[in-house]
């Protein structure tokens, strides 16, 4: 149950698109269509982004999109708004009724 | 509306033991499995711990497995994680959320502070 490798900080300017990656095996991210994203802004709980790789909840943007290739996801944010500097944590079911987050990514817009 | 509010957490020395619960409310409890996800001071999300509708199935992540334990009361609408010989790294704050679909956690409440200190 080793964590999912995020990149520590990503930045971009307002209007700009930003990728975060995800980084697992072929156990967890790699295995399972169940990858998730999470925002988190401080202070507060964390809020679902992105499910099942690429499905947008209810009442998120169609800003934010989620993709997958072999063990790595990506969460992409589009047209960057003030409002998305945040937290943003990856998540995979890892089998046997686990999951592992990834270490988290700090947004900055510039 | 969905609502989740833990309880429970605390001040404990090394080695102690504390019992979270999760209140629910807004949605129908034995439709979902549940999670515990703890975030330690200024570090990321971890999850800690998961339970299937009916308590048939659980799970949990290696740091804890073998000390902590997860139980639901479905008549009481009701999550709750029984933590033995803590430690100090089990600092943190303690979420429960709700799995939907088995794969993804939609809701979770503010969590409940756990500190684990001589």
């Known amino acids: 149950q080793s964590a999912l490798t995020q990149p520590a900080s990503v930045s971009g300017s307002p209007g700009q698109s930003i990728t975060i990656s995800c980084t697992g095996t072929s156990s967890d991210v790699g295995g399972y269509n169940y990858v998730s994203w999470y925002q988190q802004h401080p202070g507060k709980a964390p809020k679902l982004m992105i499910y099942d790789v690429s499905k947008r909840p209810s009442g998120v943007s169609n800003r934010f999109s989620g993709s997958k290739s072999g063990n790595t996801a990506s969460l992409t944010i589009s047209g960057l708004q003030a409002e998305d500097e945040a937290d943003y944590y990856c998540c995979s079911y890892a089998g046997d009724s686990t999951f592992v987050f990834g270490g988290g990514t700090k947004l900055t817009v510039l | 509306e969905v609502q989740l509010v833990e309880s429970g957490g605390g001040v404990v020395r090394p080695g102690g033991s504390l019992r979270l619960s999760c209140a629910a409310s807004?949605?129908?409890?034995?439709?979902?499995?549940m999670s515990w996800v703890r975030q330690g001071p200024g570090e990321g999300l971890e999850w800690v711990s998961g339970?299937?509708?009916?308590?048939?199935?659980?799970g949990y992540a290696d740091s804890v497995k073998g000390r902590f334990t997860i139980s639901r009361d479905n008549a009481k609408n009701s999550l709750y994680l029984q933590m033995n010989s803590l430690r100090a790294e089990d600092t943190a704050l303690y979420h429960c959320?709700?799995?939907?679909?088995?794969?993804?956690?939609?809701?979770w409440g503010q969590g409940t502070l756990v500190t684990v200190s001589s």
């Open positions: 959320a709700r799995v939907a679909s088995g794969s993804y956690c939609d809701y």
């Open positions: 339970i299937n509708w009916n308590g048939g199935s659980t």
């Open positions: 807004g949605f129908t409890f034995d439709d979902y499995g």
